[in-house]
Each structure stands twice: as C-alpha cells, then as structure tokens.
C-alpha cells in the first residue's frame, strides 16, 4: 500500500461524504450559510471522520449510515474551532490558513455560526433515522455523539481549559482537559463506527480506550508541534501555548519526554486495533506521530 | 377553572418536570454546569415546555416520554438568550432579573454555557429513546426540533436579525425574523406535543400554523410591552428597541394597530386549537395578550 496516496484517497473520500451535507447559501440566512460553509471547506485533516469510516469498515461496516454521522462529527469539531477562535476565548486571527471567522464576518455572526454549526449537527445525524429499520443503531450512535460533545466530554474540557488559562495546573487537571478537549470527540468517532457496524458493547469500550490513547497523543503531538512547527505549516500562528503561559506536556515534561510519551500511547493505540483490515489505520497512527500540521 | 391557580399549578409541573434533567454541578467542569444551571433556574414564564405538555394532553398523551422534549427545548431557549446577552450581539445586562451570564461568570464561559446547553438539550431529547419501543416518535421529534432550532429555524433568524440592526427593515424581513427567531421554537414544541401523543401529520401542520400564530402575537406583544413595560414588570431594560432603532412592529404599525394585529392572530391561533380539552388551553393564549412580561 502506498500510505500517502490511499490517505490522499481517503480523505477525498471523506470530504465528499461531509461535503454533500452542508446547507445552502439561500434565502434570508445565506450569509450564516455563507460562514458555515466557510469554515467546513476551509483545508483540514478530517480526522475524526476518517477515524470513523475506516473503524466502521474495520467492523464490517458496508452501508452509508457512517456518512451523517461523520459530516456531525466534523461538524461538531468545526463549531468548537470557531468558538475557540473568539475575541473572548483564544482571540485568534488564523486558523486552517484562512483568516478566522469573527475576522470575516464579524463577532455576532461568528457566535451564531458556531450554534448553528453545532445544531446542524444534530439535524444531519438524524437523517441516519431513514437509513434504518429499527434506528437502534442510530439511536446509540447519538448518545455517544451527545454525550462526548457536551458537558462531560468536550465542551466541559474546554470550560476547564479556558477558565485554568495563565495558572499552573496540575498534571490531573491537564490530562482531564485532554481527554476532554481533545480525546473526546476521537473517541467517539470511533465509537460510532464501530456501533454503526454492528460491533458489541465490549468493542465499542475497546474503540473508546484506542481513542483515549490516541486523543491524548495527538494532543501532545500538537503542544510539540507550538514549539517546533511553523505558522506556515500549521496554518495558525505557532508559540502560542509560551505567549499564553500554558500549562503542556511540553512544560512538564520537555519535548523528549513528550514525544516519547506521545509514541507510547500511539503504541497502545496501535495495539487496540489490531485485527483484519487494519493495515491502513495502522500507518495512519504512525503518521500522526510524524505529522507537522 | 380558576385561571391564575390553575397556570401556577401547571408552571411549576413544568418546572420540575424540566429541573430533573439538569446537569450535577461536580468535578472539574462544575462550574460550566453551575453556569447553564444559574440560567436554568432563573424565573421565567416556561411557554414552550408549557405549550408542549399542553398539547401533547389535549391529543390524549398520559406518559412521561414528554418530559425530555420538554427540557430540551426550554434548553434550547435558554442557549439562545445567554448567547443574545453577550457583548458581540445585544450586549445585556439584565435577563429574567438576574444579571446576564457573561456578567457574573465572564464572556469565555458565557459562550461556553449557552454551547453546552444547546448539546444539553439534544443529550436530554436522546434520554426518550428509553422509554419508546420502537423509537419512531423519538425520532421524528427530535428532527422537528432540530429543524426548528437551526438555520432554517430560531439561529436563521437570529442571523438576520442581528446582522440588520439599526437599519431600516422590511415588512418581508420583519416578518422572517419574527417566524424564525421566535415562532420557530413555538410551532416545534407544539408539534412535538402532537407527534410524542401520536397525532397525524395533518394535526402536527396544524399545530405548526397555530404556533406560527402564537409566535407572531408574542413577538409583536414583546415589541409592545418594550414601550409600555417597566424594566421592574420585565426583569430587563425597556426602551430597547428604540436605543438600538430597531424595526418592530410598533415602529411599523405604532402601538394601537400592533396591538390589533397580535389579537387578531391570537384569535386565529385559538381557533386552530379548538377542540377536547382545549380550554385551559384557550384561556392561556388570552391570557399572553394582557401578559406584563
């Protein structure tokens, strides 16, 4: 297999099934369509979506049930990205190498693009209902994706990870922001592809810890990569965890000592998802672990 | 039936009805969830859960599979006025009488409170899965209310509202506003009380055009009572269309003609709700026209 074509493949793959779902820029609210819209085809990984259709292929999965999951799963993450972006929250002006939305189209629009990104969501996963007899399945896969959003998942990450910003923090408070903030919405994309499937309740738990190991890499991979990378490879400014007196791995632990920690958990993660087909997302992990953006 | 008695009694099986679903205010993200709780439990008339009970009755639902949807959408409701509140859009420091979110917990958790009570409501919804067999009513509410909450519902709206402000509006813009920003939550609650009591489609379109009705005449009594209130009766600064020359209908049609409009349509709204069980129901909707606040 030549990885970086079938992950160029992939990723096609993916933004087509996302891309399809995205609302029109018509009517009264074209311009909140407008910075939706925006920010979904703004150039990205896609990785929590990848993560879910090849877990859901992994476990057999054959149908298109995954694609509105995996469009609300991208969905989800891009509405935290601009509310993090905010004047009143990180106070960004660039991500994804494009200027970022309160930057465009304003401070008020930008709020309301980020609920509505949120909400369109929730009425792109429910279109999953009409791709299933019994909707047990989808039924399922919105309670996780709920529950991995919200308060106990990201958005409580978040709240902990603003409201902690310039203080020191404690080793248990970092490692609950990342699981939170970061792992969450990992976890449950895999979660979902394996509950779409049809995989049990004990691998579903399985997928769960595989992106809690891989969450917290890449997390770390990403404090790394605010000391070592530049602004023209991750498309956002770099040094900003230093400019913010951030709490980090990289702070704790020095940048040997992350990366090594880092490469262990993807290790584990590695391990979680062994089985058939799993040849691609095994070089997707390691190349996550040499990633520069 | 003694009006007033009878409307406390139901307000407050509303009430708790609602409070049992909020969130634990405990560990690391307790204070987002003491935030979303502080809004929550602010007094507040509970139209939209109330309209929702109501309906659901009156098409002959006994159970509890209300409940969640009721929660739900005064979650909903509530996102939407702490994100309304905030600096970037009206800039409030007033609501319900109690001071704004961002005022007493800061603008980053304020945008981080209303986020986490827009997924909150969604979670809450998803709890009716338990207690459906075979879901089917579940899931047609829970697109109706995310439907009615989105782009094409309270957020489009919002959207247009704000980004018009202080300019001259259309009637046809006024009127999308008005459909969207506030109707849109009304019609769903009332056609998410037909649909969990399994009434047709056609009485569910009925319910959307008395909510339309209802939602209009609210709106257009909020416009009113914005010139004729005292910020002691509304729990929140008066004369605030003016200050931020907004279009109403007041400034469209002055108070005593917007009066008549918002009775005509409440007229309307009653007679589409005409039937068994109906007159606590007929009684509510004359008493929102003489509301104070």
Redesign the interface.
Same mark, same amino acid.
């Given at each position: 297999m030549n990885f970086k074509e079938e992950l160029e493949r992939r990723t096609k793959e993916v933004q087509e099934a996302v891309f399809q779902y995205l609302?029109r820029e018509e009517g009264?609210?074209a311009?909140?369509?407008q910075a939706?819209n925006y920010n979904m085809t703004a150039p990205g990984k896609r990785l929590r979506p990848l993560l879910m259709m090849e877990i859901y292929r992994m476990y057999g999965g054959e149908g298109e049930i995954v694609y509105p999951f995996m469009a609300a799963m991208e969905m989800i993450h891009t *509405?935290s990205l601009i *509310?993090d972006d905010?004047?009143?929250?990180d106070n960004d002006d660039y991500r994804r190498g494009r200027k970022t939305t309160h930057k465009v189209y304003?401070?008020?629009?930008?709020?309301?693009c980020?609920?509505?990104l949120?909400?369109?969501a929730?009425?792109t996963a429910?279109l999953a209902?009409s791709m299933e007899e019994?909707?047990?399945k989808?039924?399922r896969a919105?309670?996780i994706l709920?529950?991995k959003?919200?308060? *106990?998942g990201m958005?409580?990450?978040?709240?902990?990870d603003?409201?902690n910003e310039k203080k020191e923090m404690s080793r248990q408070?970092l490692d609950?922001?990342y699981e939170?903030k970061t792992a969450a919405l990992i976890e449950g994309s895999m979660m979902i592809g394996a509950v779409l499937a049809g995989a049990s309740e004990r691998e579903t738990e399985k997928m769960e810890e595989a992106g809690s190991c891989l969450g917290l890499a890449f997390q770390i991979q990403d404090d790394i990569l605010d000391v070592t990378g530049t602004k023209e490879e991750l498309g956002k400014p770099v040094h900003s965890d230093e400019k913010n007196k951030k709490t980090t791995y990289v702070t704790l632990q020095g940048v040997d000592q992350a990366q090594k920690t880092a490469e262990k958990l993807t290790q584990d993660a590695k391990r979680l998802l062994t089985g058939e087909k799993d040849e691609f997302l095994q070089m997707l992990l390691d190349y996550l672990m040499i990633r520069k953006k």
């Open positions: 609302p009264f609210p311009r909140l369509a939706v *509405h *509310h905010l004047p009143a929250l304003g401070e008020a629009l930008a709020v309301l980020g609920d509505a949120l909400n369109y929730y009425e429910f209902f019994d909707t047990k989808t039924a919105l309670q709920g529950r959003a919200g308060i *106990h958005l409580g990450g978040q709240s902990v603003v409201m408070m609950y922001i939170n």
